[in-house]
């Protein structure tokens, strides 16, 4: 008689609702932390971020010391807020064509992040990008007052080569400068080859805090701006499809993926007990061990078959001598060499020996097996 194991709407109702309460508790979780963030901006380098790439930290020391910040994010805020002070822009190959030139001319101190080929033909057209190094520590190696004052920084990225003689270069990795910082009656202009100085998770080492103080409170002014792609200056301008989706979707999709992926664990769990059921017909043993020789022959497997027979027969040893299961062979080959008189490579010949060559080969060890149990059994 067989039992019945199909789950019924039931069952899977009672399955399934622990999992979808947890679900559910997610999704509120979430939705109740977002809705609780309000207006609080996210991002890298973002002043108001108190993310580990954030910049909160050296915003409040700049603010401390009298720098009056403004934040923006589209270039019409950047234009409106740009009179003379400093400009920090976070992502220069996110401002809307020929945006970089005309903030130059509005500003008296313009610092740029890891400019592109595209951002330098705007703001610096003496300058071009060369190579690229990891983000360490680095010595200034120059007399500008921000560098020297604070002396190793957390430098590196991009390099920047100029043939302008009154550029003044920092920080050189490899023999190219991360900090270029060129003057002209324009105002004057600052490359740098990361922001990672400026971020929450540094600022704290090195002499990060100072530098980022000195370098963007030289005004009374800042202009903080963090480029976005929802700009609406962008409008034609082709953007990677990365960098259209807004950052708190991609959040959202991460979340959601984890809460799948420990989902999927949690359900992988084992199901329960086997249900045995009788079988329909009854195989009698020495027909499962002609089919399995056979299939041993067919595919010419006599190691296997040999490693098959002799862990069998070492098993059996084992328990008629009293000897533990994880027993290792030297305790077994003594054991049995002991109880029959067996010389100890000859027993080890047999029950641990290379596999049998051919087929005949194989026969010999099935009964050499068989002797070795029966002179034990005898003894």
Same mark, same amino acid.
């Given at each position: ?24 508790l ?39 010391e ?8 589209? =270039? ?45 033909g ?18 200034? $190696? ?8 604070a ?26 400068? %991360?900090?270029?910082? =060129? ?9 740098? $080859? %990361? ?48 960098? =259209? ?9 991460? %979340? ?8 999927a ?17 009854v ?53 049995v060499s ?13 029950l ?22 029966r ?5």
């Amino acid at each position: 008689m067989s039992t019945a194991v199909s789950p019924d709407l039931r069952r899977i109702w009672r399955g399934a609702r622990i999992p979808l309460a947890i679900l559910l508790l997610i999704v509120i979780v979430a939705l109740a932390i977002v809705l609780s963030r309000g207006k609080q901006t996210s991002g890298e380098l973002e002043p108001g971020s108190y993310e580990p790439q954030g910049s909160h930290a050296l915003a409040h020391l700049l603010e401390q010391e009298g720098v009056q910040i403004r934040a923006v994010h589209t =270039l019409a805020e950047a234009r409106e807020a740009a009179d003379s002070g400093t400009l920090l822009i976070t992502d220069p190959q996110l401002v809307p064509s020929n945006g970089l030139a005309d903030l130059r001319r509005r500003v008296a101190h313009l610092v740029l992040v890891a400019p592109g080929s595209s951002a330098l033909g705007m703001a610096a057209p003496t300058v071009s990008v060369g190579g690229g190094g990891e983000v360490r520590t680095l010595q200034p $190696g120059c007399t500008v007052g921000a560098a020297v004052s604070a002396g190793s920084v957390t430098l590196g990225g991009r390099h920047y080569l100029t043939e302008d003689r009154t550029a003044r270069a920092c920080y050189r990795e490899n023999g190219e400068p %991360t900090f270029l910082q =060129l003057a002209d009656r324009t105002g004057t202009v600052t490359l740098l $080859g %990361t922001g990672d100085a400026f971020t929450n998770d540094q600022i704290a080492k090195e002499g990060n805090a100072a530098f980022g103080m000195r370098l963007l409170g030289d005004h009374r002014q800042l202009v903080w701006y963090v480029p976005s792609t929802e700009d609406p200056a962008l409008a034609g301008e082709k953007k990677p499809f990365f960098e =259209l989706i807004p950052p708190g979707w991609r959040y959202g999709a991460l %979340t959601a993926g984890i809460a799948a992926v420990l989902f999927a664990l949690w359900r992988a769990r084992r199901l329960g007990p086997v249900v045995r059921e009788p079988l329909p017909v009854v195989v009698r043993s020495a027909e499962t061990a002609e089919g399995r020789a056979r299939l041993y022959r067919r595919g010419g497997a006599s190691g296997h078959a040999a490693e098959t027979l002799r862990e069998a027969a070492r098993t059996r040893l084992r328990k008629r001598l009293g000897l533990p299961r994880d027993a290792g062979p030297p305790a077994v080959v003594e054991t049995v060499s002991a109880r029959t008189g067996r010389a100890p490579n000859e027993v080890g010949a047999v029950l641990y020996g290379p596999p049998p060559s051919d087929e005949a080969a194989l026969v010999r060890l099935a009964d050499e097996l068989d002797a070795v149990e029966r002179e034990v059994e005898r003894s």
